[in-house]
């Protein structure tokens, strides 16, 4: 396999160079199978790649170690204002009548208040994917990116959420027509890019359930699971494979290209490493997430950056709402 074109949705990347660097470096590490840990920002601007041997101590990760734990952790928070958001929407909801976008993820940036140990908050959290990133952020996520094993990829976008409190809340998220076309819009777009680096693309199971622990709380999540064929030397094109996907459908929208452009234009801060990527691959098998339930060091205090998608049917209460529901140490 080769793939003989990439699909570069980030109009901010210049530099070609800089670029095609990252895809080599992450190459040569495929093909000596050596073991390795990278993570890549949202607009691939800035990566690392580490040989898992020589991982620095403040570097930490967790996948797939949930363990029902208990902690006090929790956040004072000053959140964006309504009508400061608003005004973001509103501006989204006229470029999907325009037909400039089809489905947007809008994320805001929440104050925090408090002091906060971000080894700490990493140590406590409970979640699939976790990351303590040189004292820099946090990310405990719910949600994979890709997993490649045994010559076949898969992706799982979670597009979807409701207090798991509100009386027959998996009823009332698998049908709320808003959701159900959120989430269809979002597996059309993996499909699609999954198809620039795979065959014989599949949905294997579409809108399953989830429950996550948000601090206090639960949510239901809807997740989907799509999966393609790779050929046996895929280790040896991973940049390939990994930049051809970025970024990740789930945290930007439909079309991709157009709706990146209006992300730049309507966010008033840069996401950095959140809603980026991580992952390991061991030698053999790779796995990935995507950098969501983000919490940050900025300056000399705290901000925790979240978010959900936008359609035309969605309604600016329930989408601030969303945004505020998803800021947890879980």
């Known amino acids: 396999m080769r793939i003989k074109y990439y699909t570069i949705y980030n109009t901010k990347i210049k530099k070609t160079g ?8 992450l190459n040569s590490y495929g093909k000596n199978k ?43 928070t000053i959140f964006e204002d309504y009508l400061s958001y ?6 989204i909801l006229e470029n999907i009548k325009r037909g400039n976008t089809y489905l947007l993820n809008l994320t805001s940036k929440t ?25 820099i952020f946090t990310s405990f996520s719910p949600e994979t990116f890709v997993t490649i094993c045994n ?35 979002i597996v059309d777009l993996i499909r699609n890019d999954l198809s620039i680096v795979a065959s014989n693309i ?4 579409f809108r399953y359930i989830d429950k996550i622990k948000a601090g206090n709380k639960e949510l239901l999540q809807a997740s989907s699971h799509i999966s393609g064929s790779l050929e046996e030397n895929w280790h040896e094109q991973i940049g390939d494979i990994l930049v051809g996907l970025l970024p990740a459908g789930s945290i930007t929208g439909t079309p991709k290209k ?17 809603t980026g990527i991580w992952g390991v691959f061991d ?32 309604l600016c209460k329930n989408e601030y709402q969303e945004m505020m529901d998803k800021v947890y140490i879980p």
């Open 18 to 25: 800089e670029f095609l660097s990252l895809i080599s470096e």
């Open 34 to 76: 050596k073991p390795f840990f990278f993570i890549i920002n949202f607009d691939m601007t800035k990566w690392d790649i580490i040989d898992l041997e020589n991982l620095p101590s403040d570097i930490l990760y967790s996948i797939n170690k949930q363990e029902i734990t208990t902690h006090n952790l929790s956040l004072d």
């Open 86 to 91: 608003k005004n973001k929407f509103d501006n």
């Open 111 to 135: 104050k925090i208040k408090n002091d906060i140990n971000l080894k700490q908050v990493y140590l406590s959290a409970n979640a699939k994917y976790k990351l303590f990133y040189k004292d």
């Open 151 to 185: 010559n076949k990829i898969n992706s799982f976008p979670m597009k979807g959420t409701i207090n798991a409190n509100i009386k027959d809340a998996k009823n009332i998220l698998l049908k709320d027509e808003k959701e159900l076309a959120e989430h269809t819009m």
């Open 202 to 205: 599949k949905v294997e199971n």
């Open 258 to 274: 157009k709706t990146i452009e209006l992300i730049y234009d309507t966010e008033d801060f840069k996401r950095e490493y959140f």
């Open 283 to 314: 030698g053999k098998n790779l796995d990935s997430s995507v950098l969501i339930r983000f919490l940050q060091k900025e300056s000399n205090s705290y901000v925790y950056k979240s978010g959900g998608g936008i359609t035309i049917d969605s």
